[in-house]
Each structure stands twice: as structure tokens, then as C-alpha cells.
């Protein structure tokens, strides 16, 4: 470190420090950007998962109410299936469909990804299905109102036909017809239906325009809706007359006539019964059986209704257990559904997030060399201060190792001193044996030489003390004049400052542009010609 160059490393520290300062500044700007953007893209898609959601329970609920209300409407239309071991109520049906929508409405947590689609195409067929037995039973009814009125058609549609038929089939099998038509079997709600997708391998041929059984059932209910309403005015306001429903001889109404016969037939049957039952109660003497088989039948009732109400626990539990084991899916759908969302926002984002990590490395690699060349400039510093006070110290140590030498040559001549004394005041002893003064007179010899060389080496350090005192004094004088320097560089430092900023000021008051495009470009030439260590 040279102090011609004090003033030049000043404006390089300086310009480091503020390229340091920026570069942190584009970081935190850049890890603030990252932030927001992980947070709109979070949001937003939590924003369309949860309206998705809601419309898919909104219509998956829309559609469960259209089956309950068709189902509801059922039961005014067609009787159930006969069952002799198991008697099913309506209630037990409305219960039974209850726990399919259940079924139905937690299917959409499937491994495909499309179960959501399976749930609303089931509730369809569901509601298909309802509808069509619904239809079917107006039908029914329309075609017993035809069989009444012996109204022969020469055409009618398919579904229509269909009726006709199961009436004609029913009264030759009972020779009575029924006011509603009875079911084989209520819909299931995993059966297949107009809704369900198959496969052009699977359709085996069949046209895609074909009618399906609601549609044919829906047209034939207009078109015998339309020909009833045709008739009742047609009677209404006499303008067709069947000739055809009179009879040739009397001209009265044969249909009527005919039901008249029917029904004088039945009641006669009925008396002819109830006769027959009497006279069998009054022939038995006790009626110790009949109230036994009483008691028998309402033992009987009772376990039935004892059955009926194990049977409704028994679903109940089971409709239970089928909503805990929906609530299962629907926790394991809604988990797909997180990693899924977790999966797409991490392929959306971490393009994004790679390059801005490409562009932070880079920043942090310029920060790290900007950071050496400062940790370069101060360990600098550090080792001028740290060999001054090294010098410091020297020159402590031998300040001590004089001072402790000198009090060694006191001692010295303290002993020498009283040595001779005793010398003296013991020598008329040592008269008597020379050899023991010849070794006194040697040993005081070699004190004596000793001593010279003691002195000699005091000499010889107080000369290098000298030495060392005109080193200290004129490293004490470097010293001070690089303090001086570096105050200079200082003050020259503020001025540069205050002149950068009256250039600024003066160039945003002559251009009207911001000043922080003047020093971008002087930034730029600092770090094109400014040498990099």
C-alpha cells in the first residue's frame, strides 16, 4: 500500500461499497418479485379450485334433488315389486335411494382423475332411469283407460304398445287390471344408462340417432296426451260420434254395459264369499282356534314389525358406514387434488424460479469478488496496524530485558561488594592455605571477566535500543503523515460527494431526467476501465 495511492483506493472502496449496495438492493428486490409471484399464482389457483368445487356441488346437489322429486313423484304412478319374504315399503325405497345419491355424490374421488364425471353421468342415469318408470306408468294407466273404454287403435307408438300389451298380459293371468303398473325392480344407482360412455368397439353397430327409452316414452306421453285431450273434446262438444262403441240392437254403450256386467259379477262373488265365511264361524262350536290364530297373527305382526325395525337399523348402519367410507375418498380425492395443484405450480414456476437462481448466483458471485477486493483493501490496513504494534511490543520486550539486566549487574556489584569484604575481613585466615586464596583470586578473576562480558552485551543492546528508538521515531513520523493523508482523502471524499450531488441536481434541472441514469453510465465505465483485483 503505497501513499501516493491512498487517494485512488479511497474512490475505488467507495465505488465498491456502492456496487455492494446495489447488488444487495437487486436481491431483495428480485427474492420480494419471487415472493409475490408464489403468492398471486397460489392464490389464483386456490381461487379456481374453489369455484370449481362449488359449482360441482351446486350441480351435483341439483341434480340430487331432481331424483329425489322424480322418486318422490314415483310412488303416484307404479306399485313396487312383489317381494314374499321381504315386504319393502316406500319408506324403506326413499331410504334405500338416500343412501345411492350417497354413493353416488362421493364417487368422484377415483384414482383416474375423471370421477367427478363418473358421479354427475350416474346421478343422470339415475334420474333417467326414475323418470322413464315414471312415464311408463302414465302409460300404463293410459293404456287400462284405452282397455275401460274398448278404445282400438289401429296405430300406436312403441312404448304405448308396450302397455297395451302388459295389460292384456295381466288381465289374462288375473282377469282383472290393475290401476297401477306394478315394477320387477327399482333402479340402481351403478347400473349403466343413456349417459354411460362406451367405446365405438362396444356399440356393436348400433346407430348414435337412436331414441332413447326416456325420449320414446316422453314423445308417446305427448302425442296419447295430445289424443286424449282430442277426445275429451271431441265428447265434450259432440263433434264425432263412435259408432263403433254401441251396440247394433239395444245402441246403448257397450263399454259401459260391459263394466256394469263386471262389477254386478264381483259384488255377487263378494256376498257369496262373505256367506260362505259365515256359515263356516257358525259351525265351529269354540272359537278357541280363531282366537288363538288371532293371537298368532299379532305375534306375528309384531316380529315383522320387530324385523322392519332391525332392518332400518341395519341400513342405517350400513348407510353409515357407506358415509365413512365416502368421507374417506372424498379426504383422498381432496389430497390428489393438493399434490396435483402442488405439482402444476411447481412445473409452471420453477422455470422461473431456476433462471432467477441462475441470475442470483451471478450477482452473488460479482458480491463475493466485490467482497474479496474489500477483505483485500482492510486486511491491508490491518497488517500496517498489526506491524506496528509488533514493533510496539519489541520494543517493550527489550526495554525490559535492559532494565532487568541492569538490576542483574546491581546485584552483581552488590555481591561483588561484599565478597570483598569478606575477603577482607577473612584474610589473615586465607594466609594459612594458599590454595584456597589461589582459587578465591580465580573465581574473582572469572567474576571479574564475567562482569566485562555483561557489560560488553549492555553496550552492545543499549546501541541496538538506539537503533530501534530512530526506527520507532521515524515509523512514529510515517504514521502520522498517513493519518494526515487519510484525513485529506477523507474531506476530498465529502467534497467529491457534494459535487456529485450539485451534478446531479444540476443535470436533472438541464435534462429533467433522473440522476440515477448519469451514474448508471459512470458506473459503467467504473466497471469497464477500473482495474479488478
Known amino acids: 500500500l503505497k501513499p501516493g495511492r491512498c487517494q485512488q483506493s479511497s474512490d475505488c472502496a467507495i465505488a465498491w461499497a456502492g456496487y455492494v449496495e446495489e447488488v444487495l438492493v437487486s436481491l431483495k428486490g428480485q427474492q420480494e418479485l419471487s415472493r409475490a409471484m408464489r403468492e398471486s399464482a397460489r392464490v389464483s389457483d386456490e381461487a379456481q379450485s374453489e369455484l370449481f368445487r362449488d359449482r360441482y356441488r351446486f350441480l351435483v346437489d ?20 312383489q317381494d314374499f319374504q321381504r315386504q319393502k315399503t316406500w319408506n324403506d325405497c326413499i331410504y334405500e335411494m338416500e343412501v345411492d345419491l350417497k354413493s353416488l355424490g362421493a364417487i368422484s374421488a377415483g384414482e383416474t382423475g375423471l370421477a367427478s364425471v363418473d358421479a354427475l353421468v350416474g346421478l343422470l342415469n339415475y334420474w333417467d332411469k326414475v323418470v322413464t318408470l315414471t312415464l311408463a306408468g302414465i302409460l300404463f294407466q293410459k293404456a287400462v283407460l284405452d282397455w275401460d273404454l274398448k278404445n282400438e287403435r289401429e296405430f300406436a307408438d312403441g312404448p304405448m304398445v308396450e302397455m297395451a300389451g302388459a295389460v292384456v298380459n295381466v288381465y289374462s293371468k288375473t282377469e282383472s287390471v290393475p290401476a297401477k303398473l306394478r315394477l320387477q325392480e327399482l333402479p340402481k344407482a351403478m347400473a349403466p344408462g343413456p349417459f354411460t ?6 356399440t356393436k353397430g348400433d346407430a348414435p340417432t337412436t331414441l332413447t327409452s326416456l325420449q320414446g316414452r316422453i314423445i308417446s306421453s305427448l302425442r296419447e296426451l295430445t289424443s286424449l285431450d282430442k277426445g275429451l273434446r271431441h265428447m265434450k ?40 265365511l259365515r256359515s263356516r264361524r257358525v259351525r265351529k262350536t269354540t272359537g278357541g282356534m280363531e282366537v288363538e290364530a288371532e293371537k298368532l297373527i ?51 414456476n420453477i422455470p422461473v424460479l431456476e433462471k432467477m437462481k441462475y441470475l442470483l448466483g451471478k450477482t452473488q ?27 510496539e511490543v519489541e520494543r517493550d520486550n527489550l526495554s525490559n530485558d535492559i532494565a532487568s539486566m541492569q538490576q542483574q549487574l546491581k546485584d552483581e556489584r552488590a555481591m561483588r561488594k561484599l565478597k570483598e569484604a569478606a575477603v577482607a575481613k577473612k584474610e589473615s585466615l586465607y594466609l594459612r592455605t594458599m590454595a584456597a586464596r589461589r582459587s578465591i ?3 574473582c578473576v572469572e567474576q571479574e571477566e564475567l562482569i566485562e562480558s555483561i557489560e560488553g552485551g549492555i553496550a552492545e543492546k543499549q546501541q541496538e535500543m538506539e537503533e530501534m528508538m530512530e526506527v520507532i521515531a521515524s515509523k512514529d513520523k510515517d504514521i502520522e503523515r498517513m493519518k494526515e493523508e487519510l484525513q485529506r482523502a477523507t474531506k476530498r471524499t465529502e467534497e467529491l460527494r457534494q459535487q456529485q450531488s450539485a451534478c446531479i441536481q444540476a443535470y436533472e434541472a438541464a435534462t429533467g431526467q433522473p440522476g440515477e441514469k ?15 483485483k
Not at 74 to 79: G, H, P
Not at 332 to 340: G, Q, W
Request: hydrophobic share 35%; proline share 2%; net charge neutral.
Open 518 to 532: 448519469l451514474l448508471a453510465n459512470f458506473r459503467y465505465v467504473a466497471e469497464t476501465w477500473l482495474p479488478v
Open 441 to 443: 583470586n580465580e573465581s
Open 298 to 348: 299379532m305375534k306375528l305382526s309384531e316380529k315383522e314389525q320387530t324385523l322392519k325395525e332391525k332392518i332400518t337399523v341395519l341400513h342405517k348402519l350400513e348407510g353409515d358406514w357407506q358415509s365413512l367410507k365416502y368421507d374417506l375418498i372424498n379426504q383422498r380425492r381432496e389430497k390428489k387434488e393438493l399434490e396435483e395443484k402442488i405439482n402444476r405450480m411447481s412445473k409452471e
Open 365 to 391: 458471485g460479482a458480491v463475493e469478488h466485490l467482497v474479496a477486493d474489500t477483505a483485500v483493501l482492510s486486511e491491508v490496513f490491518r497488517l500496517q496496524v498489526q506491524h506496528n504494534k509488533n514493533i
Open 62 to 81: 341439483r341434480l340430487k334433488g331432481e331424483v329425489r322429486a322424480c322418486f318422490f313423484l314415483l310412488k303416484e304412478y307404479v306399485d313396487l315389486p
Open 237 to 276: 262438444f259432440a263433434e264425432r260420434v263412435h259408432l263403433d262403441m254401441h251396440s247394433k240392437t239395444t245402441g246403448k254403450d257397450s263399454a259401459v254395459e260391459e263394466l256394469r256386467l263386471e262389477f254386478i259379477k264381483w259384488s255377487e262373488r263378494c256376498t257369496q264369499l262373505q256367506e260362505s
Open 197 to 202: 360412455y362406451v367405446t365405438p368397439t362396444q
